[in-house]
């Protein structure tokens, strides 16, 4: 259902725009959540866009570096990292919770059947 793109090699400091892709549905109708999973570690939300007045959320540790945005013409959520560090290493997921249109209680719990896309990997190193 999602197809989450722009992830690649990135130097500490550095930037990088993602992207989340939807077929199937209209991403307008939603809020929708990015997630990051490092190595080892348990998934962890990073940012929330609500539909209709796109108000955000973001998790403690991004707060200043990244911006959630969306197009609903492209039907297509990004998410506009800044300095980049090495923590930002993982792999990072999209993801909606119907019929949730706002970021009220993100991060969600969603359910442990969630099917998630591929993702796409960044990693963040000298």
């Known amino acids: 259902q999602f197809v989450e793109s722009g992830g690649e090699l990135v130097r500490p400091g550095g930037s990088l725009r993602l992207s989340c892709a939807a077929s199937?549905?209209?991403?307008?109708?939603?809020?929708v959540g990015w997630y990051r999973q490092a190595p080892g570690k348990e998934r962890e939300g990073v940012a929330c866009?609500?539909?209709?007045?796109?108000?955000?959320r973001y998790g403690n540790s991004v707060k200043g570096r990244f911006t959630i945005s969306r197009s609903n013409a492209q039907n297509t959520v990004y998410l506009q990292m800044n300095n980049l560090e090495a923590d930002g290493t993982a792999v990072y997921y999209c993801?909606?919770?119907?019929?949730?249109?706002?970021?009220?209680?993100?991060?969600?719990?969603?359910?442990?059947?969630?099917?998630w896309g591929q993702g796409t990997q960044v990693t963040v190193a000298s």
């Open positions: 993801a909606v919770d119907p019929p949730r249109s706002y970021c009220v209680g993100f991060v969600w719990n969603l359910p442990s059947d969630y099917s």
């Open positions: 199937g549905s209209h991403l307008r109708n939603y809020a």
């Open positions: 866009i609500s539909s209709g007045d796109s108000t955000t």
